[in-house]
Nanobody, 124 residues
Framework: QVQLVESGGGLVQAGGSLRLSCAASGRTFSWYAMGWFRQAPGIEREFVAAISWNGVSTYYADSVKGRFTISRDNAKNTVSLQMNSLKPEDTAVYYC?????????????????WGQGTQVTVSS
């Protein structure tokens, strides 16, 4: 089990950028694949990006490819999501999640630990 805390959300105009961070503690961080998911009001939580335990492999939803970049620093127990060229449809609560067991990088049900979320609002 790992504890996750997101930060870095806020209000930004369309076309702007934000960088989200996720700080982990409690278990060996380097053993976990990490993902970012988001949830807008009335919409099911959806996959945004993921990164393998060693940072070698990354995965992105089609809607954010070319705009978002996920990275991790196992020495600092952190995962980041650089969000560029933001659009109003990116508005959501963004969640950091951890996956230890095998499964899909993109399926939210395969992740066992979640942060509290951080709000991202993109104005038009």
């Amino acid at each position: 089990q790992v504890q996750l805390v997101e930060s870095g959300g806020g209000l930004v105009q369309a076309g702007g950028s934000l960088r989200l961070s996720c700080a982990a503690s409690g278990r060996t961080f380097s053993w976990y694949a990490m993902g970012w998911f988001r949830q807008a009001p009335g919409i099911e939580r959806e996959f945004v990006a993921a990164i393998s335990w060693n940072g070698v492999s990354t995965y992105y939803a089609d809607s954010v490819k070319g705009r978002f970049t996920i990275s991790r620093d196992n020495a600092k127990n952190t995962v980041s999501l650089q969000m560029n060229s933001l659009k109003p449809e990116d508005t959501a609560v963004y969640y950091c999640a951890a996956r230890r067991a095998s499964g899909s990088y993109t399926n939210r049900y395969d992740y066992s630990d979640w942060g509290q979320g951080t709000q991202v609002t993109v104005s038009s």
